[in-house]
């Protein structure tokens, strides 16, 4: 069965730094992709981070380029999301999930992790 198990999360100030986690089980990583989307309220879900774990590359949107950092600890099962110089728009609920295919649209990733809330003040 496939798990994602989400922590990290909080609220932060604009300009600080925050790193989700995400524990996952139940699958063998090289066979997938894993992306951490977020949604703001009234929004649609959106890619900020997609990684292919076979070769590490990862794609990042011009929103949160230089700014996200996404990793990974194979012997812990786990990845991150580490997210720098926050700024009130990032504010989200924070979603990982797993995709088969190569892809940072929310229609690719059939199995997600349960969220965690970012919210960043001004």
């Known amino acids: 069965e496939v798990q994602l198990v989400q922590s990290g999360g909080g609220l932060v100030q604009a300009g600080g730094s925050l790193r989700l986690s995400c524990v996952a089980s139940g699958f063998t990583f090289d066979d997938y992709v894993i992306g951490w989307f977020r949604q703001a309220p009234g929004t649609e879900r959106e890619g900020v981070s997609c990684?292919?774990?076979?070769?590490?590359?990862?794609y990042y949107p011009k929103s949160v380029r230089g700014r996200f950092t996404a990793s990974s600890d194979n012997a812990k099962n786990t990845v991150y999301l580490l997210m720098n110089s926050l700024k009130p728009e990032d504010t989200g609920v924070y979603y990982c999930?797993?995709?088969?295919?190569?892809?940072?649209?929310?229609?690719?990733?059939?199995?997600w992790g349960q969220g965690t809330q970012v919210t960043v003040s001004s």
């Open positions: 999930a797993i995709s088969p295919s190569w892809g940072c649209v929310q229609g690719l990733y059939g199995y």
């Open positions: 990684m292919r774990f076979s070769d590490g590359n990862t």
